[in-house]
């Protein structure tokens, strides 16, 4: 997967920015959050991620790969968080490992609102990051 799918943002009413490679994860959190009206773009390549970041294109939430070879997560979230419109959206840092504290301290400074494991229970994950209408 390179670069980014074309946002079809009319077809839910929310949209979560997923920046990373993993294909299994995108499968299983498209999987997961169908049933909420929640429509995931994926971005593969840091070039593509920096301009959507910059676009006036709207999101929801922001998911980062803290996995994602190649590319600084983190420095995607403090460009996020740069831009005047992505200050308020949500950034929430995903990883195959648990986090050493330093690593979880320097996201939350970089803008990050949660770190989440994301190999385990799907629907916890989904439970973390969907907004309840409530």
Sequence with gaps: MLGCE???LTE?????????????FIARFREQVSEHDYRLVACGDEGSAT????????YDLMLI????RGTEGLKLARLSRS????????????SATTLDHETEA???????????LKTGD??????????DDV
């Design 51 to 58: 301009i959507f970041l910059k676009s006036d294109i709207p």
């Design 65 to 68: 790969d803290h996995d994602w």
């Design 12 to 24: 839910s009413r929310y949209r979560v920015l997923y920046l990373g490679r993993d294909l299994e």
């Design 83 to 94: 831009q005047r419109h992505r200050k308020r959206m949500p950034i929430v840092l995903l």
């Design 122 to 131: 799907m629907a916890e994950l989904v439970a973390r990051v969907i907004i």
């Design 106 to 116: 320097e996201a939350k400074k970089a803008g990050v609102v949660e770190c989440v």
């Design 6 to 8: 074309p946002p079809r």
